[in-house]
């Protein structure tokens, strides 16, 4: 069995992440995903001014809302996961869970913004495909063609 992380961060581009870790399950691979997401730490004012435990759990508790829609998708698929959610700078952490939970790879997505725009990715991506150790997939989302450019096509 193959253990892969997907990076959620409750975006429609990071559902296209899940969304392809599912369709290779159906394809046949025999996988079990680890569903990360990483909050950002919160910063020296918010430490000063509130109980650093309050603002732990509810970034924990905003993190679980995040990653609700890829739970779903997942059962629904019928897919083997767990979830894994860390507070930290995200592309360092999500390597390290992918690391500390023994993954064999990484699947991220990126939003691509069309024409010239879909070659760049997110910079979260970007780092994670630069220091990672493992194999990282970046999922982009389909281009979705206007009406106007239809037009202009004909």
Same mark, same amino acid.
């Given at each position: 069995?193959?253990?892969?992380?997907?990076?959620?961060?409750?975006?429609?581009?990071?559902?296209?992440?899940?969304?392809?870790?599912?369709?290779?399950?159906?394809?046949?691979?025999?996988?079990?995903?680890?569903?990360?997401?990483?909050?950002?730490?919160?910063?020296?004012?918010?430490?000063?001014?509130?109980?650093?435990?309050?603002? *732990?759990? =509810?970034?924990? #508790?905003?993190?679980?809302? +995040?990653?609700? @829609? !890829?739970?779903? /998708?997942?059962?629904? *698929?019928? =897919?083997?996961? #767990?979830?894994?959610?860390? +507070?930290?700078? @995200? !592309?360092?952490? /999500?390597?390290?869970? *992918?690391?500390?939970?023994?993954?064999?790879?990484?699947?991220?997505?990126?939003?691509?913004?069309?024409?010239?725009?879909?070659?760049?990715?997110?910079?979260?991506?970007?780092?994670?495909?630069?220091?990672?150790?493992?194999?990282?997939?970046?999922?982009?989302?389909?281009?979705?063609?206007?009406?106007?450019?239809?037009?202009?096509?004909?």
């Amino acid at each position: 069995m193959v253990k892969i992380m997907i990076a959620v961060d409750g975006s429609e581009a990071a559902l296209e992440g899940v969304r392809h870790g599912i369709k290779l399950m159906q394809q046949g691979l025999d996988a079990h995903f680890v569903i990360a997401h990483v909050q950002k730490e919160a910063s020296l004012l918010e430490l000063a001014t509130t109980d650093s435990d309050l603002i *732990a759990n =509810a970034s924990i #508790e905003a993190g679980m809302d +995040l990653v609700a @829609p !890829a739970q779903e /998708l997942l059962k629904a *698929a019928g =897919a083997q996961y #767990e979830v894994e959610i860390s +507070l930290g700078e @995200p !592309a360092n952490t /999500l390597i390290d869970i *992918a690391e500390s939970t023994e993954c064999e790879q990484i699947i991220i997505g990126a939003t691509g913004q069309g024409g010239l725009g879909s070659i760049l990715i997110g910079s979260v991506s970007r780092e994670i495909a630069r220091h990672s150790r493992l194999p990282v997939t970046i999922v982009k989302l389909p281009e979705i063609i206007q009406v106007d450019e239809v037009d202009e096509a004909s």
